[in-house]
């Protein structure tokens, strides 16, 4: 049993003097965060604007806070630019702030943050080899504002052959076609995880680590190395499908 006297000494008292003041410091710096946090979010005037819009301008924040992005507490303004802080749309929209950037400005965007992604793909055969001409960028794959967040019915299988395998464009490779079903597959099983309370984060991170594989393949479209690493992939998603199906008879 702790004596009295003991239950009323201080933490102060219990602590050394030099470590008592780290622990201040440490809480304040923690307060400081997150009061920033609270006030950054409070000032967001770009998600309280447009989601009185009534046009598609409200809609898109509803998309863009269920988005990875917008889960990540990413702003507008990250991407935009301008002033979230401001309330007046001048003010708002002055600076560097590009309603909607063309082809060239979204690659150096997305580029900020996503530095690898973006070379494999400026050396990919995505890319137009004339100057001017047509050509992908981030959002004809990923989307704009939705990213993270696609539908159950999508398939990445029908989405890229909505350009492989039509017109002058020959069909992707076998073991590239079996990747993406692979894909499918994976995010279907997570998707009815979701429904029975959510999948565990481990088959979480392991989905994530076989999307970063297949994504390094497809964003250098590489064709030859892809052949090779693919039944690596195969088998590492085979062994998460497995895993899915398992818990899911649970």
């Not at 933490?11 to 201040?24: D, G, I, S, Y």
């Not at 070379?119 to 504002?145: I, Q, T, W």
Request: with cysteine.
């Amino acid at each position: 049993m702790i004596p009295p006297m003991t239950r009323s000494i201080s933490l102060k008292q219990l602590l050394p003097p030099a470590v008592f003041t780290l622990w201040l410091l440490l809480a304040g710096l923690a307060l400081v965060r997150t009061q920033a946090s609270v006030t950054a979010q409070n000032d967001d005037n770009c998600v309280a604007c447009h989601r009185r819009q009534k046009d598609n301008a409200g809609q898109v924040v509803t998309i863009f806070q269920t988005s990875t992005h917008g889960r990540a507490g990413i702003g507008c303004d990250r991407c935009h630019g301008g002033d979230p802080a401001q309330a007046e749309k001048a003010k708002a929209h002055a600076g560097h702030f590009i309603a909607k950037p063309d082809t060239a400005a979204t690659l150096e965007m997305c580029g900020r943050c996503h530095r690898q992604p973006l070379e494999f793909f400026k050396g990919s055969r995505h890319v137009a080899a004339r100057p001017n001409a047509a050509r992908l960028d981030c959002v004809e794959c990923h989307g704009v504002h939705a990213i993270g967040t696609a539908s159950e019915s999508f398939r990445w299988t029908q989405f890229c052959a909505g350009c492989h395998g039509l017109e002058y464009l020959p069909a992707l490779p076998r073991p590239f076609q079996d990747m993406l079903a692979l894909a499918d597959d994976l995010s279907d099983g997570l998707h009815r995880l979701d429904r029975k309370g959510g999948a565990k984060p481990e088959l979480i991170q392991r989905r994530k680590e076989i999307r970063h594989m297949i994504s390094e393949l497809v964003h250098q479209t590489d064709t030859k190395g892809g052949v090779e690493r693919i039944p690596r992939i195969l088998e590492l998603g085979e062994t998460l499908r497995q895993q899915i199906a398992s818990v899911e008879k649970r």
